[in-house]
């Protein structure tokens, strides 16, 4: 977890330095060399005392409607939260514990989900819900075949 150092500074050039320091010309590109990594994983790899998850957060979510790709990028949160709250798949059994769990996944991504994605993903929660995926399910990237299912990309 990062310290009070991550708010000091200009926050998007101490990114982009460690990002360009590590061999990636971007956040995207960097994250994406780490599928299913935790957001706060990545900021304390980038600096664990200068950079926060919502900072990384932020800066996938600009390159990500640079390159028109928000879609994805969604898909790819909604990954990165499964692996942080689900580190062992998609639990077999929805008990009280294992709901909280779910619940916490789906929730942190509903927040970060942004306005233009709220109701697509609001649809996909319910899918989940509905019709929830085989024990153990783990996507291992924003490419997964369910997760695309659900949250397909916009035609160009």
Not at 115 to 132: D, G, I, Y
Not at 138 to 154: A, M, Q
């Amino acid at each position: 977890m990062s310290g009070g150092d991550a708010w000091r500074g200009n926050i998007k050039a101490r990114l982009y330095e460690r990002v360009r320091a590590r061999g990636y010309d971007s956040l995207t590109a960097f994250a994406d060399a780490r599928p299913a990594v935790p957001l706060y994983a990545l900021a304390d790899e980038l600096g664990h005392d200068d950079v926060a998850a919502v900072q990384v957060l932020s800066g996938l979510l600009a390159e990500a409607e640079q390159q028109k790709r928000v879609t994805r990028f969604v898909r790819d949160v909604l990954v990165r939260l499964l692996s942080q709250s689900l580190p062992n798949g998609w639990p077999a059994v929805l008990d009280d514990e294992n709901l909280f769990k779910v619940a916490k996944a789906l929730g942190s991504w509903s927040a970060y989900t942004p306005e233009t994605h709220k109701e697509r993903a609001r649809l996909a929660r319910a899918a989940l819900r509905a019709n929830p995926p085989p024990a153990g399910w783990r996507p291992l990237g924003p490419d997964d075949e369910l997760l695309r299912t659900l949250l397909p990309d916009e035609k160009a």
